[in-house]
């Protein structure tokens, strides 16, 4: 998917625009740029923003992109970027009192694997808290 995908969540807007600014999008920006960017542009793409944070290069970029390909990241909830927001300096959220905004499921349509994959989690973990109860997983 073209770079223009991501253009349509404001929240990324705002990443692209920062990154293309030289400005440093902290380390929680950085993540979440990659574990969203990473499902709609190539990896090198992905890489070359990155490598455009004023506090970032591209051996560090390259590190973490494959990061987040190898253990298959999906990207971030808006209660999460929210989260993080609060431990960094730099804003992820351009509008964090709109409770519609950042929220990447909202704003973008993700690829079927991202979908697949926050099901496949989900049963998982439904199974494993049966399993502590002692009780059956039902399906």
């Known amino acids: 998917m ?25 380390h929680h920006g950085r993540f ?6 990473a499902r ?9 923003w990155l490598a455009k944070d004023g506090d970032f ?3 560090k970029a390259k590190a973490l992109v494959q990061q987040v390909v190898d253990r298959g990241y999906n990207p971030p909830s808006r209660r999460r970027i929210m989260e993080w927001q609060a431990d960094q300096e730099f804003p992820i959220c351009p509008t964090p009192d709109d409770p519609d905004a950042c929220n990447p ?5 993700m690829p079927d694997s991202v979908i697949e994959d926050i099901e496949e989690y ?12 002692g009780e059956p997983a039902v399906r």
């Open 2 to 26: 073209p770079l223009e995908d991501l253009r349509q969540s404001p929240m990324m807007v705002h990443l692209l625009d920062a990154l293309d600014e030289g400005k440093d999008i902290g």
């Open 32 to 37: 979440t740029f990659a574990t969203i960017a």
């Open 40 to 48: 709609f542009i190539d990896r090198d793409q992905v890489v070359e």
């Open 57 to 59: 290069d591209e051996h």
């Open 105 to 109: 499921y909202r704003e973008l349509t």
């Open 122 to 133: 989900r049963e998982q973990k439904f199974e494993a808290t049966e399993a502590e109860e």
